[in-house]
């Protein structure tokens, strides 16, 4: 069956720091990957995903992530994190059997960006 | 920029109660969705609709869960005799397959609280 595992309940990090939120996945056959992000009391936001092509994906605000087939890995990563990134963020697979995008969520990671 | 709204945003219910869960998608999406999350945890899948009919839905989705685009612009879930495990935040999504074909981005509602006593 197809699935994402997020290692990390939480993440700390300094703002300015380069932040990682980690994500591995197991699949069979193609993975289609993505990073949705959820701010308290909202919905979830999509960032970005990895379909095939480049292994490094660019997406909102300022975030990208690495494919990594070899370490079945998709880690969230940004360069300068702010305090505004504090967030839960979900990874997720593409499980669907039909035409749509059911997806399969992680169990997220709660990242805190400190001053 | 368009987005899906959710009402009402908190449902208190008693158990054993039918409720009712609306949602309006994007207007020019065509797949719809039903996702939920208990207490800030993991978001699980519920049912998928395309075409005026269930595309996949879960094993969570069973008999008590219904799901129906009554008119052009709103989608709902109904539960029909609510149990306490039911309590969970629910969020309706929608897509465009313009966006990415099958793997378009999904676009969240804001999502409703569901609370049964």
């Known amino acids: 069956a197809q699935s994402v595992a997020q290692p990390e309940d939480q993440v700390n990090v300094a703002e300015g720091n380069p932040l990682t939120v980690k994500c591995t996945y197991s699949v069979s056959g193609n993975p289609y990957l993505f990073w949705y992000v959820q701010y308290p009391n909202r919905g979830l936001q999509f960032l970005l995903k990895?379909?095939?092509?480049?292994?490094l994906v660019k997406g909102s605000y300022g975030f990208e992530a690495e494919f990594n087939k070899s370490q079945t890995s998709f880690h969230l990563k940004k360069p300068s994190a702010l305090v505004s990134d504090s967030a839960l963020y979900f990874c997720a697979v593409r499980v669907s059997t039909g035409g749509g995008n059911k997806l399969t969520f992680g169990t997220g990671t709660q990242l805190k960006v400190e001053l | 920029e368009p987005e899906v709204t959710q009402t009402p945003s908190h449902q208190v219910t008693q158990m054993g109660q039918e409720v009712i869960l609306r949602c309006v998608p994007i207007s020019n999406h065509l797949y719809f969705y039903w996702y939920r999350q208990i207490l800030g945890q993991k978001v699980e899948f519920l049912v998928s609709f395309y075409n005026n009919e269930i595309s996949e839905k879960s094993e969570i989705f069973d008999d008590q869960f219904s799901v129906e685009r009554p008119d052009g612009s709103n989608f709902t879930l109904k539960i029909r005799s609510t149990k306490l495990e039911d309590s969970a935040m629910y969020f309706c999504?929608?897509?465009?397959?313009?966006?990415?074909?099958?793997?378009?981005?999904?676009?969240f509602g804001n999502g409703t609280r569901l609370t049964v006593t």
């Open positions: 999504a929608s897509s465009n397959a313009a966006e990415g074909g099958p793997n378009s981005p999904l676009h």
């Open positions: 990895y379909i095939t092509g480049d292994n």
